[in-house]
């Protein structure tokens, strides 16, 4: 069984790749449980919402592998100019192009 649950999961940002398929495959897993558990009548459209509800709530998101033009325009404006460390900067564009181009609030 996958060791992470919705109550337990741990932030994405201190997980190793194998933890983090881990546990993207538990929340998928609990998200399609809880959001439809009849054997008749599937609602795949409410599971599919759910699923990415319960990935925004862990702390993922799903983005287009490529950027929209107002993904790069919010990382563009996300910069800031002077002296900055270039983790930070990069950091900084990423959660801001992360945040304009995520599915689901």
């Given at each position: 069984m996958?060791?992470?649950?919705?109550?337990?999961?741990?932030?994405?940002?201190?997980?190793?790749?194998?933890?983090?398929?881990?546990?993207?495959?538990?929340?998928?897993?609990?998200?399609?449980?809880?959001?439809?558990?009849?054997?008749?009548?599937?609602?795949?459209?409410?599971?599919?919402?759910?699923?990415?509800?319960?990935?925004?709530?862990?702390g993922?998101?799903?983005?287009?592998?490529?950027?929209?033009?107002?993904?790069?325009?919010?990382?563009?404006?996300?910069?800031?100019?002077?002296?900055?460390?270039?983790?930070?900067?990069?950091?900084?564009?990423?959660?801001?192009m992360?945040?304009?181009?995520?599915?689901?609030?």
């Open positions: 996958i060791p992470f649950g919705k109550a337990d999961t741990p932030d994405p940002s201190k997980l190793t790749p194998d933890e983090i398929d881990k546990s993207v495959n538990c929340l998928i897993a609990d998200a399609i449980r809880s959001a439809d558990w009849t054997f008749f009548n599937e609602n795949y459209s409410k599971q599919a919402e759910e699923v990415v509800r319960a990935l925004n709530q862990a993922y998101v799903l983005a287009p592998r490529s950027p929209t033009k107002e993904m790069v325009a919010a990382g563009r404006e996300a910069i800031e100019i002077g002296q900055h460390k270039p983790s930070a900067v990069a950091g900084e564009v990423y959660a801001a992360v945040e304009s181009g995520g599915v689901l609030p």
